[in-house]
């Protein structure tokens, strides 16, 4: 019975190590959407979250979803890629769900002879919805698409910038920067908060204590993540400075227009189904 409580302990451990490993990060695959350009991803998503803002129709939220099954299904990335949701995150669904639910508003549901109206709480459903379709999105570009591959591919989509005379390489450098260094800034948070579980261990009890307990981790992420900065800004500048965005030399192939044409495909689809 030892033995098995203590194999069970370390599978979950294992199990939260790999979900705070892949956060944000490539995963490593041989699949149809690892193979695809980064910036037909990029395009895709874009496409498809502006579909989401103009028109938050049932319909619309039902055909990205169907979209965003199909490339996880796709992708074949194993479970322990998905992170794990706070506790607190479920509570404040709850709250939200009920507080939906108090609003009322048309239709109204009918339960014996008490009639409840559902408006709120499907509006409240609805742009839930949505927002785990986007993160889903965003997820999956993350964990499909290498890092070094956002910047080229960034560069050639803002490429007819130029032309304005608007400083392309300076702000994809500072996206890709920006991109690269979320890794970074995970582990940095995971590393305070099991520094900060080791030297207070205690359980807190109170408002205040929670509220004093906060104001200490803010301000430690705070000076660390100005420490990393400035780190970062000597190593750059001992470079030489930022440096220039590097050339794109991944072709498109077939899976890029048909990921495309599935896209446009989609938004279509939003526009007429408004």
Known sequence: MVMVDRQSAKNRAR???????????????????????????????????IGLVLWPTW??????????????????????????VPRWVWIVVLVG??????????????????????????????FSLIGIEV??????????????????????LAGPLRRLRVPVDEVVGAIALGI??????????????????????????GMQERADALEEILFTALSSALRRARELAEAIEARGGSPSSPSETHPLQGVD??????????????????
């Open 15 to 49: 199990r939260r190590q790999l979900a705070d490993l892949h956060v944000l990060r490539y995963v490593p695959g041989s699949s149809a959407i690892h193979r695809c350009w980064a910036g037909t991803k990029i395009l895709t998503i874009a496409a498809l979250s």
């Open 59 to 84: 319909s619309a939220t039902g055909l990205v979803a169907a979209l965003v099954m199909s490339g996880f299904l796709v992708a074949q990335l194993p479970a322990g890629v998905a992170p794990r």
């Open 97 to 126: 769900a009920g507080l939906a639910l108090a609003s009322g508003g048309l239709p109204d549901a009918h339960l014996g002879s008490v009639s409840v109206g559902v408006g709120g709480l499907a509006v409240w459903a609805r």
């Open 135 to 156: 993160l889903s999105l965003a997820a999956l570009v993350s964990w499909t698409t290498a890092l070094a591959d956002l910047a080229p591919a960034l560069a050639r």
């Open 180 to 205: 690269r260094c979320l890794p970074l800034l995970l582990e940095e948070a995971r590393v305070l908060s099991a520094a900060r579980r080791t030297r207070r261990p205690e359980r807190l009890h």
């Open 257 to 274: 227009f048909v990921v495309l044409g599935l896209a446009a495909t989609a938004f279509v689809g939003m526009v007429l189904l408004r």
